[in-house]
């Protein structure tokens, strides 16, 4: 790894924003992220290696702060998210019984073996990407609340059961090493909980902010690799760690400033980095040699979107309905865990990236229709 390589990668890691400048056409940032990746890859100019060491490590610590941010940007706090609890569950649970019968299609139509994995998949929804629009299209009411935690809960628990659906021979240790690192969460969440009632939290945040010390960084990213590093020892992957880790922090309340500063550390550099590796790694050769993997990324985004509007017999408004199968973080993990582990086949990766991308133009085209359904309240004079 040479400083040009790294500036390559981090020029390539603007093309994200470049493509989503442009409002008209809905697209996340990552998406122009994994396609300079790919450009720059073995698929194309073959300028970044994905096995590379140093890159690869880079990368593996944008992927903790990608699952850290996600998991920050749930609203465990919210009062109303409580409220709105019971049928947001009961939505997520409808959700899961039809992805199975689904999922079990799935597989056997393309014969893969890994029906377990897409039940998570099209169980899935990803909080880090619904909660942006929601903010930025300004949708409130009640059906907006319910959706909160029917997306939070699929969020979180689709993360904890990825490893373990993953690779279902080694369930039982991975369940076992989850439950370590859950458990490591829950010490962190309690010791955060018990310094902010006693103060200490407060007197950290005023006096690093007036003398400069960006302490309250350091000590997150100090836990936040070091429950990364029990998620490796115990053989469990570490979007587990930063995503409770992440929880741990949303429940507690995080400051501004700490926000804004692991916003510019995750978005500005590591999580760049991450995608543009993920993207260079996607071997797309084998969608080329091998049609059929095209049609699984199809079926699964298709399958993806149709589980998600199921609720709608529940009530769920139509447009809402569709945002919720917006999927991101879940199948960028599992293509980033069969890509190191090499648990699925030559380009299956690359076709549940597919699958998601689907979702995620179809959470584009209903963004404007929610946002006109709901809008703001008027304010009061």
């Not at 890994?114 to 409130?140: F, K, M, N």
């Not at 829950?186 to 302490?215: C, D, I, M, N, P």
């Not at 500063?261 to 995608?275: C, I, R």
Request: hydrophobic content about 60%.
């Amino acid at each position: 790894m040479s400083f040009a390589l790294l500036a390559l990668i981090c020029a390539a890691g603007i093309i994200g924003p470049l493509l989503a400048f442009p409002r008209r056409w809905g697209l996340p940032v990552v998406v122009g992220e994994l396609l300079a990746g790919v450009a720059l890859g073995p698929m194309a100019l073959d300028r970044l290696d994905a096995a590379e060491p140093t890159f690869a490590l880079l990368a593996t610590i944008g992927f903790a702060l990608v699952m850290f941010v996600a998991g920050s940007h749930v609203p465990v706090g919210d009062p109303r998210l409580r409220q709105a609890l019971p049928v947001g569950l009961l939505r997520a649970v409808t959700v899961v019984a039809a992805s199975v019968p689904m999922a079990l299609l799935i597989a056997h139509l393309f014969d893969t073996g890994h029906a377990i994995l897409y039940a998570v998949l099209l169980s899935s929804s990803s909080a880090a990407l619904l909660l942006p629009i929601i903010t930025a299209s300004r949708l409130e009411g009640t059906p907006v609340l319910q959706l909160l935690p029917q997306v939070a809960l699929a969020d979180a628990a689709c993360i904890v059961a990825l490893p373990l659906a993953i690779d279902p021979a080694r369930a039982g240790t991975a369940a076992l090493g989850a439950l370590a690192v859950v458990a490591c969460a829950v010490v962190v969440y309690a010791t955060l909980r018990a310094a902010g009632r006693r103060g200490w939290l407060k007197t950290v945040h005023h006096r690093s902010e007036r003398r400069k010390f960006a302490l309250e960084l350091r000590i997150n990213l100090a836990v936040l690799f070091g429950l990364a590093a029990i998620a490796q020892t115990t053989g469990v992957s570490i979007m587990l760690a930063g995503f409770g880790f992440g929880l741990a922090v949303a429940a507690v309340g995080q400051p501004r400033r700490l926000a804004r500063q692991l916003f510019g550390v995750a978005e500005g550099f590591f999580g760049p980095v991450f995608f543009v590796w993920l993207g260079s790694s996607l071997d797309l050769h084998a969608l080329a040699d091998r049609p059929a993997l095209i049609g699984l990324g199809a079926a699964l985004g298709v399958a993806a979107v149709l589980t998600h509007l199921l609720p709608r017999l529940l009530g769920q408004p139509f447009s809402l309905a569709s945002l919720s199968g917006a999927q991101l973080g879940v199948p960028v993990a599992a293509a980033a865990l069969g890509t190191q582990s090499h648990l699925l086949a030559a380009g299956e990766p690359a076709a549940l990236i597919l699958g998601a991308l689907i979702t995620i133009a179809v959470a584009a085209v209903a963004a404007p229709h929610a946002a006109k359904a709901f809008p703001p309240a008027p304010r009061q004079p």
